[in-house]
């Protein structure tokens, strides 16, 4: 193998996989290294969430996902023995409204399957033992099972090589934080219960907490309760049945009943983060980064988003297309949607495990109340869901937007109102793209992950006006960025005009005006759309000068 490459990968876990495959997909030269001798045996990082699936889509894998996983629609709490929020994912605006409980292991040897297909292998057993970089590469010893070691340079290191990140220590990096109060007690095992296997439990009482998901395989569940006080001294211990049973019988649903363990575990919650994700031309990402609660289950999904949004910017800036300090947004976007992770599932945790008998009452009141409102339901399903995530005050994130005078035609005034508003209640610059239905097709099987994508939406009713100004505007992209923005005129009809047949450009049909409606795009307007799926400019009107001052923002 080559030892001077693009990108080298430390850590082959979920998150430095999917760091692979991008940089892969994006044409980068790039190898991966681990220590471990293949992909973990263990159920580990459970659950993928809608987000992460749609990743998984547009990188080919979600069809082996789907296959192997286990589909949960919903979530319980109850608090002594009675149910205080249900939450349920069938509303959220994704194609895949669903929790997946897929094993880690599985999650892995899909991945890694994935990236063969791209013609990258895991080097298994090969660790990192030396980290040096300069301001135009760095420099990497590794060493193999067999004692050989080797040295790599590389234009940019990805560090995914978990909480005792190598990488990080190399550079004398601060992981700052603390670690709470509480041990758990973690298993793998057959329930014998009355539950459903369709969603999620959560028990709370004055004795503990006791969480149970299903797992893909068997009738086996994981399980993660409070570990009763033991001996510390030995940090290799291993919990037993009977110390399992014994807690759940304080804390489980009458009649509940455990066996046939698979994995049995202890762990203790860490709130850790780094005050930069970016070294030089070090990058972090995943665990490496940022540590937190397991509550809600986001840490291999955030990992996975990490690497999603930091691959395109490395591609575009290394294959000089992209600013250089496009890849300083990784930081800058990534770092707040940790520190918000970070410090919510430190408050979450802390509130499950209250102990005073009034705080405890106080805390399932207010919840019972809160989440029968439909808006409060809504916006835990898109928090979970990881939907709600937005880089709305990152420096890629812009949109030009007439004053509501400027929208009204002649004679028209009551209707330039309403497209004014409509647009104001459309996606915003730095949310995430949504998806719509097409004329037989969804919007998302269009959005490929390698290019940036212009959606120029028509509106209602377009005049001859529109057809040019789309027009206009296809033909300067397809001069000045034809590599890496690919125009899409959407039209709300059900046939194309012969007007657009000429232009090097995909129309897609609106027949029903789904994607209009959802876009805010009762008039002319257009979005840019990343290569992350977030948008990272929108106009109304369709503003062809405003998209080239953005364009030379993000494009050399």
């Not at 709490?77 to 997946?100: S, V």
């Amino acid at each position: 193998m080559s030892n001077n490459i693009d990108v080298l990968v430390v850590g082959a876990g979920p998150v430095g996989l999917a760091m692979a495959v991008q940089l892969a997909r994006y044409g980068l030269s790039c190898r991966i290294i681990d220590k471990n001798r293949g992909v973990t045996n263990k159920s580990k990082a459970l659950v993928v969430h809608s987000r992460t699936m749609e990743i998984f889509e547009d990188m080919g894998i979600i069809q082996p996902a789907l296959e192997k996983g286990l589909r949960c629609d919903g979530a319980n709490i109850y608090a002594n023995g009675k149910r205080i929020i249900h939450l349920t994912l069938d509303d959220l605006e994704t194609p895949y409204p669903f929790f997946l409980d897929l094993n880690q292991s599985d999650t892995e040897t899909i991945l890694c399957d994935r990236l063969q297909s791209l013609g990258v292998d895991v080097e298994w057993e090969t660790e990192i033992i030396q980290l040096s970089q300069t301001e135009d590469n760095v420099t990497v010893g590794v060493k193999s099972a067999n004692g050989d070691t080797e040295m790599i340079t590389a234009s940019y290191l990805c560090a995914c090589d978990g909480a005792h990140s190598f990488c990080r220590h190399a550079l004398n990096l601060d992981f700052l934080g603390d670690t709470a109060p509480y041990e758990f007690l973690l298993a793998d095992v057959e329930v014998n219960w009355s539950n459903s296997r369709d969603e999620w439990y959560a028990y709370l009482s004055d004795r503990g907490v006791f969480f149970a998901a299903p797992l893909a395989q068997n009738n086996h569940w994981r399980v993660i309760t409070e570990s009763p006080r033991r001996d510390t001294s030995d940090p290799k211990a291993v919990p037993t049945m009977e110390e399992l049973r014994a807690v759940l019988k304080e804390i489980a649903p009458i009649n509940t009943t455990v066996s046939n363990p698979v994995w049995l575990s202890y762990f203790r919650v860490h709130h850790r983060i780094l005050n930069r994700f970016r070294e030089g031309r070090v990058f972090f990402a995943g665990d490496a980064a940022h540590i937190h609660s397991p509550v809600g289950g986001q840490g291999m999904n955030t990992g996975i988003q990490d690497a999603y949004n930091l691959a395109w910017k490395l591609a575009l800036v290394h294959q000089k297309a992209g600013q250089p300090e496009l890849i300083d947004t990784y930081n800058i976007e990534r770092h707040a949607v940790a520190k918000n992770l970070v410090t919510g599932t430190d408050i979450i945790l802390r509130a499950l495990m209250l102990r005073h008998p009034v705080s405890r009452t106080i805390r399932d009141r207010v919840a019972a109340v809160l989440s029968s409102f439909e808006v409060v339901q809504h916006r835990l399903q898109q928090r979970i869901a990881m939907l709600s995530i937005d880089y709305r005050e990152s420096p890629l994130s812009h949109e030009h937007r007439a004053g509501v005078l400027q929208s009204q035609r002649p004679g028209d005034a009551i209707s330039g109102v309403l497209r004014w508003y409509d647009f104001g209640a459309g996606p915003n610059a730095g949310d995430r793209a949504i998806d719509a239905p097409l004329t037989n097709k969804r919007l998302f099987t269009v959005l490929d992950g390698l290019t940036h994508h212009l959606l120029l939406f028509a509106g209602a009713n377009p005049t001859q006006k529109t057809d040019s100004t789309l027009s206009q505007i296809v033909k300067v992209v397809r001069e000045q960025y034809s590599s890496y923005i690919v125009p899409h005129i959407v039209l709300y009809t059900s046939e194309e005009p012969s007007l657009f047949q000429s232009l090097d450009c995909c129309v897609l049909l609106d027949s029903e005006g789904d994607c209009h409606h959802r876009y805010g795009a009762r008039s002319e307007c257009l979005y840019l759309i990343r290569p992350d799926g977030y948008i990272g400019f929108r106009s109304q009107p369709a503003e062809l000068n405003s998209l080239l001052e953005y364009c030379k923002k993000i494009f050399l």
